[in-house]
Protein backbone atom coordinates (compact mmCIF):
# COMPACT_ATOMS: atom_id res chain seq x y z
CA UNK A 1 0.00 0.00 0.00
CA UNK A 2 1.32 3.37 -0.63
CA UNK A 3 2.25 5.53 2.53
CA UNK A 4 -0.26 8.19 2.65
CA UNK A 5 1.14 11.85 3.78
CA UNK A 6 -1.68 13.86 2.53
CA UNK A 7 -5.23 15.56 3.43
CA UNK A 8 -8.29 14.03 0.85
CA UNK A 9 -9.51 16.79 -0.83
CA UNK A 10 -13.28 17.82 -0.04
CA UNK A 11 -15.99 16.71 -2.66
CA UNK A 12 -17.03 18.86 -4.81
CA UNK A 13 -20.40 20.38 -3.59
CA UNK A 14 -23.48 22.17 -5.95
CA UNK A 15 -25.68 24.57 -4.08
CA UNK A 16 -29.17 23.63 -5.87
CA UNK A 17 -32.81 25.08 -4.91
CA UNK A 18 -33.61 22.51 -2.26
CA UNK A 19 -29.65 22.22 -0.41
CA UNK A 20 -26.32 21.21 -1.48
CA UNK A 21 -25.55 18.24 -3.48
CA UNK A 22 -22.42 16.39 -4.17
CA UNK A 23 -20.53 14.56 -7.08
CA UNK A 24 -19.96 11.18 -7.18
CA UNK A 25 -17.75 10.01 -10.39
CA UNK A 26 -16.15 6.71 -11.42
CA UNK A 27 -14.03 6.25 -14.56
CA UNK A 28 -13.49 4.04 -17.71
CA UNK A 29 -10.60 4.75 -19.60
CA UNK A 30 -9.67 2.61 -22.58
CA UNK A 31 -6.29 2.77 -23.10
CA UNK A 32 -4.90 1.08 -26.37
CA UNK A 33 -1.59 -1.34 -25.62
CA UNK A 34 1.63 -0.35 -27.06
CA UNK A 35 2.26 -3.22 -29.51
CA UNK A 36 3.75 -3.53 -32.64
CA UNK A 37 0.99 -6.12 -33.90
CA UNK A 38 -3.21 -6.60 -32.82
CA UNK A 39 -4.64 -7.94 -29.93
CA UNK A 40 -5.36 -11.55 -31.86
CA UNK A 41 -3.74 -10.73 -35.44
CA UNK A 42 -0.33 -10.02 -36.61
CA UNK A 43 -1.66 -6.93 -38.47
CA UNK A 44 -0.27 -3.67 -38.06
CA UNK A 45 -1.19 -0.87 -35.20
CA UNK A 46 0.76 1.54 -36.99
CA UNK A 47 -1.27 5.07 -36.69
CA UNK A 48 -2.07 7.19 -40.09
CA UNK A 49 -1.62 4.27 -42.28
CA UNK A 50 -3.66 4.44 -45.61
CA UNK A 51 -7.43 3.52 -44.52
CA UNK A 52 -7.55 -0.14 -44.46
CA UNK A 53 -4.46 -1.17 -45.30
CA UNK A 54 -3.83 -2.90 -41.54
CA UNK A 55 -6.19 -5.27 -41.63
CA UNK A 56 -5.95 -9.06 -41.12
CA UNK A 57 -8.05 -11.60 -42.14
CA UNK A 58 -9.70 -11.98 -38.80
CA UNK A 59 -9.68 -8.36 -37.75
CA UNK A 60 -12.55 -8.40 -41.14
CA UNK A 61 -14.23 -10.91 -39.76
CA UNK A 62 -13.54 -13.32 -42.47
CA UNK A 63 -15.39 -16.65 -42.11
CA UNK A 64 -13.63 -19.57 -40.30
CA UNK A 65 -10.40 -17.34 -39.23
CA UNK A 66 -9.44 -17.87 -35.76
CA UNK A 67 -8.13 -15.02 -33.00
CA UNK A 68 -4.46 -16.13 -31.61
CA UNK A 69 -3.48 -14.24 -28.20
CA UNK A 70 -0.50 -12.05 -28.55
CA UNK A 71 1.74 -12.41 -26.00
CA UNK A 72 2.99 -9.05 -25.92
CA UNK A 73 -0.34 -7.61 -25.70
CA UNK A 74 -0.45 -9.90 -22.48
CA UNK A 75 2.60 -8.64 -20.96
CA UNK A 76 1.51 -4.99 -21.51
CA UNK A 77 -1.88 -5.64 -19.68
CA UNK A 78 0.60 -7.23 -16.41
CA UNK A 79 2.86 -4.59 -15.91
CA UNK A 80 0.42 -1.97 -16.58
CA UNK A 81 -1.74 -4.01 -13.46
CA UNK A 82 2.13 -4.42 -11.60
CA UNK A 83 2.43 -0.61 -11.79
CA UNK A 84 -0.84 0.01 -10.04
CA UNK A 85 -0.44 -1.98 -7.53
CA UNK A 86 -3.16 -4.74 -8.84
CA UNK A 87 -3.67 -8.28 -8.44
CA UNK A 88 -2.74 -10.22 -11.57
CA UNK A 89 -4.82 -13.39 -11.96
CA UNK A 90 -2.69 -16.03 -12.97
CA UNK A 91 -6.18 -17.38 -15.09
CA UNK A 92 -8.72 -15.18 -17.10
CA UNK A 93 -10.87 -15.80 -19.80
CA UNK A 94 -12.13 -13.94 -23.05
CA UNK A 95 -16.20 -13.13 -23.36
CA UNK A 96 -17.65 -11.89 -27.04
CA UNK A 97 -19.86 -8.87 -26.50
CA UNK A 98 -22.50 -8.71 -29.19
CA UNK A 99 -23.62 -5.92 -30.43
CA UNK A 100 -24.50 -4.53 -33.99
CA UNK A 101 -21.70 -1.99 -34.87
CA UNK A 102 -21.01 -1.03 -38.79
CA UNK A 103 -16.81 -0.95 -37.87
CA UNK A 104 -17.27 -4.08 -35.76
CA UNK A 105 -16.94 -6.70 -38.66
CA UNK A 106 -17.17 -9.63 -36.53
CA UNK A 107 -20.67 -8.40 -35.01
CA UNK A 108 -19.28 -8.94 -32.10
CA UNK A 109 -16.22 -7.80 -29.28
CA UNK A 110 -13.99 -10.10 -27.90
CA UNK A 111 -13.51 -8.67 -24.29
CA UNK A 112 -13.06 -9.92 -20.84
CA UNK A 113 -16.18 -9.61 -18.15
CA UNK A 114 -16.25 -12.58 -15.86
CA UNK A 115 -12.30 -12.91 -15.67
CA UNK A 116 -10.35 -10.04 -16.80
CA UNK A 117 -6.48 -10.68 -16.21
CA UNK A 118 -5.95 -8.09 -13.19
CA UNK A 119 -8.04 -7.14 -10.45
CA UNK A 120 -8.15 -4.62 -7.87
CA UNK A 121 -5.23 -1.71 -7.35
CA UNK A 122 -4.84 1.85 -6.50
CA UNK A 123 -3.86 5.18 -8.02
CA UNK A 124 -2.41 7.56 -5.53
CA UNK A 125 -3.82 11.21 -7.46
CA UNK A 126 -2.11 14.52 -6.11
CA UNK A 127 -4.36 17.78 -6.57
CA UNK A 128 -1.38 20.31 -5.17
CA UNK A 129 -1.57 21.79 -1.83
CA UNK A 130 0.02 18.42 -0.21
CA UNK A 131 -3.92 16.82 -0.60
CA UNK A 132 -4.55 13.37 -2.71
CA UNK A 133 -7.19 11.43 -3.23
CA UNK A 134 -6.44 7.35 -3.08
CA UNK A 135 -8.58 5.93 -6.64
CA UNK A 136 -9.26 2.44 -5.96
CA UNK A 137 -8.65 0.44 -9.50
CA UNK A 138 -11.18 -2.24 -9.77
CA UNK A 139 -10.35 -4.18 -12.51
CA UNK A 140 -8.06 -3.97 -15.57
CA UNK A 141 -9.29 -6.26 -18.84
CA UNK A 142 -7.94 -6.79 -22.21
CA UNK A 143 -10.56 -6.27 -25.34
CA UNK A 144 -10.67 -5.48 -29.01
CA UNK A 145 -11.07 -1.78 -30.60
CA UNK A 146 -13.55 -1.47 -32.81
CA UNK A 147 -12.74 0.65 -36.28
CA UNK A 148 -13.70 3.83 -37.58
CA UNK A 149 -16.63 5.53 -39.11
CA UNK A 150 -16.18 8.73 -41.28
CA UNK A 151 -18.87 10.97 -41.92
CA UNK A 152 -17.41 13.77 -43.48
CA UNK A 153 -16.16 12.63 -46.51
CA UNK A 154 -19.68 12.40 -48.83
CA UNK A 155 -22.69 14.18 -48.47
CA UNK A 156 -24.67 10.80 -49.01
CA UNK A 157 -22.39 7.87 -47.64
CA UNK A 158 -20.22 7.18 -44.34
CA UNK A 159 -16.84 5.44 -44.55
CA UNK A 160 -15.46 2.66 -42.55
CA UNK A 161 -11.59 2.13 -41.63
CA UNK A 162 -10.84 -1.03 -40.04
CA UNK A 163 -7.18 -0.39 -39.34
CA UNK A 164 -8.11 0.25 -35.29
CA UNK A 165 -9.91 -3.10 -35.66
CA UNK A 166 -8.71 -5.64 -33.34
CA UNK A 167 -5.94 -3.23 -31.68
CA UNK A 168 -5.70 -4.48 -28.27
CA UNK A 169 -7.16 -2.15 -25.45
CA UNK A 170 -6.80 -2.06 -22.10
CA UNK A 171 -10.25 -1.46 -19.87
CA UNK A 172 -9.04 0.68 -16.52
CA UNK A 173 -12.12 0.60 -14.59
CA UNK A 174 -12.26 3.11 -11.32
CA UNK A 175 -14.60 2.67 -8.23
CA UNK A 176 -16.70 5.46 -7.76
CA UNK A 177 -14.05 7.43 -5.65
CA UNK A 178 -13.62 10.40 -7.59
CA UNK A 179 -15.57 13.25 -6.06
CA UNK A 180 -15.21 16.50 -8.71
CA UNK A 181 -14.35 17.11 -12.56
CA UNK A 182 -10.53 18.31 -11.13
CA UNK A 183 -9.87 15.09 -9.54
CA UNK A 184 -11.04 13.35 -12.63
CA UNK A 185 -9.01 15.05 -14.98
CA UNK A 186 -5.98 14.30 -12.53
CA UNK A 187 -6.79 10.81 -12.27
CA UNK A 188 -6.46 10.48 -16.52
CA UNK A 189 -3.34 12.67 -16.24
CA UNK A 190 -1.66 9.68 -13.53
CA UNK A 191 -3.00 6.71 -15.44
CA UNK A 192 -1.59 7.97 -18.28
CA UNK A 193 1.75 9.13 -16.83
CA UNK A 194 2.18 5.35 -15.08
CA UNK A 195 1.49 4.05 -18.50
CA UNK A 196 4.44 6.25 -20.52
CA UNK A 197 6.85 5.30 -17.48
CA UNK A 198 6.14 1.70 -17.93
CA UNK A 199 5.94 1.95 -21.83
CA UNK A 200 2.73 0.18 -22.01
CA UNK A 201 0.67 3.07 -23.69
CA UNK A 202 1.86 6.14 -25.27
CA UNK A 203 -1.11 8.30 -24.12
CA UNK A 204 -2.22 10.41 -27.22
CA UNK A 205 -5.35 11.27 -26.54
CA UNK A 206 -5.58 13.29 -30.43
CA UNK A 207 -4.87 9.95 -32.06
CA UNK A 208 -7.62 8.28 -30.02
CA UNK A 209 -4.86 5.76 -27.42
CA UNK A 210 -6.26 6.64 -24.35
CA UNK A 211 -10.25 7.73 -23.95
CA UNK A 212 -12.43 7.59 -21.08
CA UNK A 213 -16.18 6.76 -20.48
CA UNK A 214 -17.15 9.00 -17.33
CA UNK A 215 -20.03 7.88 -14.82
CA UNK A 216 -21.90 10.30 -13.12
CA UNK A 217 -24.02 11.10 -10.61
CA UNK A 218 -25.39 12.99 -7.58
CA UNK A 219 -25.84 12.49 -4.50
CA UNK A 220 -26.75 14.57 -0.78
CA UNK A 221 -24.12 15.04 1.62
CA UNK A 222 -23.88 12.07 3.93
CA UNK A 223 -25.26 9.90 1.41
CA UNK A 224 -21.70 9.14 0.08
CA UNK A 225 -20.49 7.62 3.78
CA UNK A 226 -23.46 5.80 3.57
CA UNK A 227 -22.26 4.08 0.64
CA UNK A 228 -19.03 2.97 1.76
CA UNK A 229 -20.51 1.83 4.87
CA UNK A 230 -23.10 -0.46 3.04
CA UNK A 231 -21.74 -0.82 -0.38
CA UNK A 232 -25.09 -0.26 -1.60
CA UNK A 233 -25.14 1.68 -4.66
CA UNK A 234 -28.60 3.24 -4.30
CA UNK A 235 -27.04 5.84 -2.08
CA UNK A 236 -25.09 7.54 -5.07
CA UNK A 237 -27.74 8.21 -7.26
CA UNK A 238 -29.08 7.20 -11.09
CA UNK A 239 -25.88 7.55 -12.96
CA UNK A 240 -25.12 8.44 -16.72
CA UNK A 241 -21.74 7.52 -18.57
CA UNK A 242 -20.32 9.64 -21.41
CA UNK A 243 -18.75 8.49 -23.77
CA UNK A 244 -15.12 8.48 -25.07
CA UNK A 245 -14.06 11.39 -23.66
CA UNK A 246 -10.41 12.43 -25.23
CA UNK A 247 -9.69 16.07 -23.67
CA UNK A 248 -8.89 16.59 -19.81
CA UNK A 249 -10.51 19.98 -20.48
CA UNK A 250 -14.11 18.85 -21.85
CA UNK A 251 -13.69 16.02 -19.06
CA UNK A 252 -13.86 18.34 -16.36
CA UNK A 253 -16.84 20.72 -18.74
CA UNK A 254 -18.67 17.42 -19.25
CA UNK A 255 -18.81 16.60 -15.40
CA UNK A 256 -19.90 19.86 -14.61
CA UNK A 257 -22.65 19.71 -16.99
CA UNK A 258 -24.07 16.34 -16.26
CA UNK A 259 -23.94 16.96 -12.77
CA UNK A 260 -26.03 20.56 -12.95
CA UNK A 261 -28.29 18.40 -15.21
CA UNK A 262 -29.40 15.72 -12.90
CA UNK A 263 -29.47 18.45 -10.61
CA UNK A 264 -32.27 20.62 -12.06
CA UNK A 265 -34.45 17.25 -12.86
CA UNK A 266 -34.18 15.73 -9.35
CA UNK A 267 -35.18 19.25 -8.14
CA UNK A 268 -38.37 19.58 -10.30
CA UNK A 269 -39.51 16.37 -8.59
CA UNK A 270 -38.21 14.24 -11.94
CA UNK A 271 -35.72 10.93 -11.99
CA UNK A 272 -32.50 10.65 -13.80
CA UNK A 273 -32.56 7.80 -16.53
CA UNK A 274 -29.91 5.83 -16.32
CA UNK A 275 -28.11 6.34 -20.24
CA UNK A 276 -25.43 6.96 -22.63
CA UNK A 277 -24.53 10.54 -23.22
CA UNK A 278 -22.66 12.32 -25.54
CA UNK A 279 -20.63 15.75 -25.29
CA UNK A 280 -20.98 18.32 -27.60
CA UNK A 281 -17.96 20.72 -26.48
CA UNK A 282 -19.42 23.71 -29.20
CA UNK A 283 -22.79 23.95 -27.16
CA UNK A 284 -20.85 22.11 -23.87
CA UNK A 285 -23.48 20.01 -23.22
CA UNK A 286 -24.26 16.46 -22.70
CA UNK A 287 -26.93 14.89 -25.10
CA UNK A 288 -28.68 11.34 -24.80
CA UNK A 289 -27.05 8.64 -27.13
CA UNK A 290 -28.96 5.01 -25.98
CA UNK A 291 -30.57 3.59 -22.86
CA UNK A 292 -27.77 2.60 -20.73
CA UNK A 293 -27.56 -1.33 -21.80
CA UNK A 294 -26.56 -3.83 -18.56
CA UNK A 295 -24.28 -6.78 -19.19
CA UNK A 296 -27.10 -9.24 -20.38
CA UNK A 297 -28.53 -6.57 -22.98
CA UNK A 298 -25.01 -7.47 -25.02
CA UNK A 299 -25.65 -11.36 -24.55
CA UNK A 300 -21.98 -11.88 -23.10
CA UNK A 301 -21.01 -15.66 -23.75
CA UNK A 302 -17.79 -17.36 -23.47
CA UNK A 303 -15.59 -17.18 -26.61
CA UNK A 304 -15.80 -20.67 -28.36
CA UNK A 305 -12.19 -20.01 -29.85
CA UNK A 306 -10.27 -18.96 -27.16
CA UNK A 307 -9.03 -21.24 -24.05
CA UNK A 308 -8.90 -19.88 -21.31
CA UNK A 309 -5.72 -17.49 -21.03
CA UNK A 310 -3.08 -19.05 -17.94
CA UNK A 311 -0.20 -17.34 -17.08
CA UNK A 312 2.86 -18.21 -14.33
CA UNK A 313 3.62 -16.80 -11.04
CA UNK A 314 7.46 -16.69 -12.44
CA UNK A 315 6.60 -15.06 -15.58
CA UNK A 316 4.72 -12.26 -14.05
CA UNK A 317 7.80 -12.15 -11.34
CA UNK A 318 10.10 -11.82 -14.40
CA UNK A 319 8.21 -8.72 -15.79
CA UNK A 320 7.82 -7.19 -11.89
CA UNK A 321 11.65 -7.05 -11.38
CA UNK A 322 12.45 -5.07 -14.70
CA UNK A 323 9.76 -2.91 -14.07
CA UNK A 324 11.58 0.83 -14.29
CA UNK A 325 11.20 3.65 -11.31
CA UNK A 326 7.31 4.44 -11.07
CA UNK A 327 6.45 8.74 -10.70
CA UNK A 328 5.77 8.42 -6.97
CA UNK A 329 8.74 6.82 -6.08
CA UNK A 330 10.77 8.85 -8.11
CA UNK A 331 9.66 11.91 -7.23
CA UNK A 332 9.95 10.67 -3.62
CA UNK A 333 14.08 10.29 -4.34
CA UNK A 334 13.98 13.27 -6.18
CA UNK A 335 12.63 14.92 -3.03
CA UNK A 336 15.04 13.38 -0.76
CA UNK A 337 18.26 12.88 -2.65
CA UNK A 338 18.06 16.57 -4.29
CA UNK A 339 15.87 18.38 -1.57
CA UNK A 340 13.90 20.19 -4.14
CA UNK A 341 10.45 21.14 -3.61
CA UNK A 342 7.29 18.82 -3.39
CA UNK A 343 6.45 21.05 -6.97
CA UNK A 344 9.85 21.47 -8.75
CA UNK A 345 9.93 17.19 -7.89
CA UNK A 346 6.09 16.69 -9.60
CA UNK A 347 7.26 19.30 -12.44
CA UNK A 348 10.74 17.25 -13.12
CA UNK A 349 8.83 13.49 -12.82
CA UNK A 350 5.76 14.67 -15.18
CA UNK A 351 7.12 12.71 -18.18
CA UNK A 352 9.57 10.28 -17.90
CA UNK A 353 12.13 11.71 -20.48
CA UNK A 354 12.21 15.19 -18.31
CA UNK A 355 13.42 12.80 -15.29
CA UNK A 356 16.10 11.46 -16.96
CA UNK A 357 16.68 14.63 -18.59
CA UNK A 358 16.97 16.45 -14.90
CA UNK A 359 19.40 13.55 -13.55
CA UNK A 360 21.81 13.47 -15.81
CA UNK A 361 22.02 17.65 -15.39
CA UNK A 362 22.52 17.15 -12.00
CA UNK A 363 24.95 14.11 -11.25
CA UNK A 364 27.03 15.27 -9.11
CA UNK A 365 26.31 18.41 -9.00
CA UNK A 366 23.76 20.90 -7.13
CA UNK A 367 20.76 19.34 -7.21
CA UNK A 368 18.48 22.48 -6.54
CA UNK A 369 20.29 24.68 -8.99
CA UNK A 370 19.91 21.96 -11.36
CA UNK A 371 16.15 21.91 -11.03
CA UNK A 372 15.88 25.82 -11.25
CA UNK A 373 17.84 25.85 -14.83
CA UNK A 374 16.30 22.59 -16.18
CA UNK A 375 12.27 24.11 -15.17
CA UNK A 376 12.85 27.57 -15.59
CA UNK A 377 14.93 28.42 -18.00
CA UNK A 378 15.41 25.39 -20.39
CA UNK A 379 11.53 24.23 -20.02
CA UNK A 380 10.68 27.83 -20.75
CA UNK A 381 12.77 27.68 -23.33
CA UNK A 382 11.53 24.97 -25.20
CA UNK A 383 7.59 25.96 -24.22
CA UNK A 384 8.65 29.04 -26.23
CA UNK A 385 10.29 27.06 -29.06
CA UNK A 386 7.30 24.47 -29.06
CA UNK A 387 9.73 21.89 -28.77
CA UNK A 388 9.68 18.86 -26.07
CA UNK A 389 13.02 17.44 -23.97
CA UNK A 390 13.93 15.01 -27.22
CA UNK A 391 14.61 17.68 -29.65
CA UNK A 392 16.44 20.24 -26.93
CA UNK A 393 19.02 22.36 -28.94
CA UNK A 394 21.28 21.93 -25.61
CA UNK A 395 22.04 18.36 -23.82
CA UNK A 396 21.87 17.43 -20.58
CA UNK A 397 25.78 17.08 -20.48
CA UNK A 398 26.08 20.86 -21.50
CA UNK A 399 23.36 22.26 -19.43
CA UNK A 400 24.97 20.48 -16.56
CA UNK A 401 28.71 22.36 -17.54
CA UNK A 402 26.84 25.62 -16.92
CA UNK A 403 25.90 24.62 -13.45
CA UNK A 404 29.11 23.72 -12.66
CA UNK A 405 30.49 26.87 -13.63
CA UNK A 406 28.19 28.71 -11.97
CA UNK A 407 29.36 26.31 -8.94
CA UNK A 408 33.06 27.20 -9.83
CA UNK A 409 32.08 30.85 -9.40
CA UNK A 410 33.37 31.08 -13.04
CA UNK A 411 30.75 32.50 -14.11
CA UNK A 412 27.97 34.77 -12.50
CA UNK A 413 24.23 33.33 -12.92
CA UNK A 414 23.33 36.48 -15.29
CA UNK A 415 26.57 35.48 -17.46
CA UNK A 416 25.42 31.85 -17.45
CA UNK A 417 22.14 33.25 -18.92
CA UNK A 418 23.90 34.14 -21.74
CA UNK A 419 26.06 31.39 -22.23
CA UNK A 420 22.53 29.08 -22.08
CA UNK A 421 21.49 31.35 -24.89
CA UNK A 422 24.63 31.08 -27.16
CA UNK A 423 24.99 27.17 -26.35
CA UNK A 424 21.09 26.54 -27.09
CA UNK A 425 20.85 28.43 -30.48
CA UNK A 426 24.51 27.76 -31.74
CA UNK A 427 25.08 24.72 -30.53
CA UNK A 428 28.51 25.34 -29.21
CA UNK A 429 30.40 23.84 -25.98
CA UNK A 430 30.10 26.04 -22.56
CA UNK A 431 33.53 26.25 -21.14
CA UNK A 432 34.27 27.33 -24.92
CA UNK A 433 32.02 29.40 -25.04
CA UNK A 434 32.98 31.56 -21.54
CA UNK A 435 37.00 31.42 -22.78
CA UNK A 436 36.59 32.37 -26.31
CA UNK A 437 33.64 35.32 -25.68
CA UNK A 438 35.82 36.61 -22.16
CA UNK A 439 32.93 35.79 -20.17
CA UNK A 440 34.93 34.47 -17.10
CA UNK A 441 33.77 36.33 -13.67
CA UNK A 442 35.77 38.71 -12.18
CA UNK A 443 36.85 37.29 -8.86
CA UNK A 444 40.25 39.54 -8.24
CA UNK A 445 38.94 42.04 -4.98
CA UNK A 446 41.49 44.33 -6.80
CA UNK A 447 39.89 44.63 -9.39
CA UNK A 448 36.96 44.86 -7.97
CA UNK A 449 37.39 47.41 -5.27
CA UNK A 450 39.07 49.71 -7.86
CA UNK A 451 35.77 49.57 -9.81
CA UNK A 452 33.53 50.48 -6.58
CA UNK A 453 36.16 53.26 -5.56
CA UNK A 454 35.66 55.12 -9.06
CA UNK A 455 31.82 55.14 -9.05
CA UNK A 456 31.66 56.53 -5.30
CA UNK A 457 34.20 58.92 -6.09
CA UNK A 458 31.96 60.08 -9.17
CA UNK A 459 28.69 59.87 -7.25
CA UNK A 460 29.28 61.78 -3.76
CA UNK A 461 25.47 62.84 -3.33
CA UNK A 462 24.26 59.24 -3.53
CA UNK A 463 27.08 58.44 -1.04
CA UNK A 464 24.89 60.85 1.01
CA UNK A 465 21.76 59.45 -0.13
CA UNK A 466 22.85 55.52 0.82
CA UNK A 467 24.36 56.38 3.76
CA UNK A 468 21.01 57.97 4.91
CA UNK A 469 19.13 55.19 3.26
CA UNK A 470 21.18 51.94 2.94
CA UNK A 471 18.66 50.28 0.61
CA UNK A 472 20.17 52.50 -2.17
CA UNK A 473 23.73 50.92 -2.03
CA UNK A 474 22.32 48.60 -4.40
CA UNK A 475 22.50 51.51 -7.02
CA UNK A 476 26.46 51.13 -6.73
CA UNK A 477 26.09 47.41 -7.05
CA UNK A 478 24.49 47.89 -9.95
CA UNK A 479 27.08 50.52 -11.05
CA UNK A 480 29.62 48.61 -10.61
CA UNK A 481 28.12 45.09 -12.65
CA UNK A 482 27.41 47.88 -15.50
CA UNK A 483 30.85 48.72 -15.94
CA UNK A 484 32.59 45.31 -15.75
CA UNK A 485 30.22 44.28 -17.92
CA UNK A 486 28.69 42.27 -15.36
CA UNK A 487 31.44 39.68 -14.98
CA UNK A 488 32.24 41.09 -11.16
CA UNK A 489 31.31 38.24 -8.57
CA UNK A 490 27.79 39.64 -7.06
CA UNK A 491 28.68 38.95 -3.95
CA UNK A 492 31.98 40.10 -3.96
CA UNK A 493 30.92 43.94 -5.10
CA UNK A 494 27.90 44.02 -2.18
CA UNK A 495 30.11 43.06 0.61
CA UNK A 496 32.62 45.81 -0.64
CA UNK A 497 30.07 48.11 -0.97
CA UNK A 498 29.10 47.77 2.16
CA UNK A 499 32.37 47.95 3.30
CA UNK A 500 33.06 51.60 1.23
CA UNK A 501 30.56 53.10 2.10
CA UNK A 502 30.22 52.18 6.12
CA UNK A 503 26.87 50.21 6.11
Not at 14 to 43: C, M, P, R, Y
Not at 171 to 195: F, H, T, W
Not at 207 to 212: D, E, F, K, Q, S
Not at 372 to 401: H, M, T, Y
Request: hydrophobic share 40%.
Amino acid sequence: MLDLTYDTPAPKVISGATGDWELVIGLEVHAQVATNAKLFSGASTLFGAEPNSNVAFVDAGMPGMLPVINEACVAQAVRTGLGLKAQINLVSAFDRKNYFYPDLPQGYQISQLYHPIVGEGEVLVEMGNGQARLVRIERIHLEQDAGKSIHDMDPAMSFVDLNRTGVALMEIVSRPDIRGPEEAAAYVLKLRQIMRYLGTCDGNMQNGNLRADVNVSVCRPGDYERYQATQDFSHLGTRCEIKNMNSMRFIQMAIDYEARRQIALLEDGKSVTQETRLYDPDRNETRSMRSKEEAHDYRYFPDPDLLPLEIEQDWVDELAKALPELPDAKKARFIADFGLSDYDASVLTAEGENAVFFEKVAAGRDGKLAANWVINELFGRLKKDDKDIGDSPISAERLGQIIGLIKSDTISGKIAKDVFDIAYTQNRDPEEIVETEGMKQVTDTGAIEAAVDAIIAANPDQVEKAKANPKLAGWFVGQVMKSTGGKANPAAVNQIVAARLGL
